[in-house]
C-alpha cells in the first residue's frame, strides 16, 4: 500500500491502546488465549517505548460482574453459571505482570465500572470497555482528542475479537493507525493484508521501535 498524508502515523502525537491484555488469558490460566503469553515480550517493548518518550498509553481491560449483568451475550451465560475470565476482584482480571509501571499496581474496578479512567502515571491511565471495542460506551474518544492524538497504536489479546473491533472503530473515527502484529495474539497475514487495505499502517515491534 503506497502511504499518503492522510494515512501516515504522526508518533508525535500517537497513543499506545494496550487490549485485553489480562492474566486470565495467560498461558496455563483456564481461559488461556493462544499467543498470548508468547507476544508478552513484544508488547512490554512498545508499552516500554511510549513509556520512555511520554507518550500516552491506555490499558483497555474487560471487567465481568459474576452475577453476568454486565456481559456479552455470547458469555453471560457461563458467568452466570460460575465459569468466565475477568471477573471483578479476581486475580484473572489483573494486568500481566510487566504491563503496568509496577507489578504490586491493580486496576480499581469500582472507578473504573463507573466509566471513568483509572491513572497509574503522569500520561498512562487503565480504562474498562463493556464490549468488543474500546470506543464503544466509553470516554476513550474524547480522552485522545483532549490530548492532541492523531494516531493511535494497537497491541493486545486476541485479534479476532477485542483489537480487531478497536481497530474499526479507530479508523471510523478518522485516527490513523498503526498495528503490531507481533504483539497481537491470534493474528495472522491475511488479517494483516485486510488491515492494510482500511489505511492501517502494520509494522513489526523491531522496525516500530528501533
Same mark, same amino acid.
Given at each position: ?10 508518533l ?14 495467560l498461558?496455563?490460566?483456564?481461559y ?7 507476544? #508478552? +515480550?513484544?508488547?512490554?517493548? &512498545?508499552?516500554? %517505548?511510549?513509556?520512555? *518518550? /511520554? #507518550? +500516552?498509553?491506555?490499558?483497555? &481491560?474487560?471487567? %465481568?460482574?459474576?452475577? *453476568? /449483568? ?12 460460575? *465459569?468466565?475470565?475477568?471477573i471483578?476482584?479476581?486475580e ?5 505482570? *510487566?504491563?503496568l ?72 473515527r ?11 495474539s ?25
Amino acid at each position: 500500500m503506497d502511504m499518503n498524508s492522510y494515512l501516515e502515523p504522526d508518533l508525535e502525537h500517537s497513543a499506545l491502546i494496550s487490549v485485553d491484555i489480562q492474566r486470565d488469558a495467560l498461558e496455563g490460566q483456564p481461559y488461556e488465549v493462544p499467543g498470548t503469553s508468547a507476544m #508478552l +515480550p513484544d508488547a512490554r517493548r &512498545v508499552i516500554e %517505548y511510549y513509556r520512555t *518518550g /511520554s #507518550l +500516552p498509553i491506555v490499558h483497555v &481491560v474487560r471487567i %465481568y460482574l459474576s452475577d *453476568g /449483568s454486565n456481559v456479552d451475550l455470547c458469555r453471560r451465560r457461563s458467568v452466570e453459571e460460575g *465459569g468466565g475470565m475477568f471477573i471483578a476482584g479476581t486475580e484473572g482480571a489483573e494486568l500481566a505482570d *510487566g504491563i503496568l509501571p509496577g507489578n504490586d499496581m491493580r486496576i480499581d474496578t469500582d472507578l473504573l465500572l463507573s466509566g471513568k479512567l483509572q491513572q497509574v502515571e503522569e500520561n498512562e491511565w487503565i480504562m474498562y470497555k463493556p464490549r468488543w471495542g474500546a470506543f464503544y460506551k466509553t470516554p476513550l474518544e474524547g480522552h485522545l482528542r483532549s490530548l492532541g492524538i492523531s494516531t493511535i497504536t494497537v497491541v493486545g489479546c486476541n485479534y479476532p475479537n477485542c483489537p480487531r473491533t478497536t481497530i474499526y472503530e479507530a479508523s471510523e473515527r478518522d485516527f490513523r493507525i498503526v498495528a503490531i502484529p507481533d504483539a497481537i495474539s491470534g493474528i495472522d497475514k491475511q488479517a494483516c493484508e485486510e488491515l492494510e487495505n482500511i489505511g492501517v499502517v502494520v509494522k513489526s515491534v523491531d522496525s516500530f521501535t528501533w
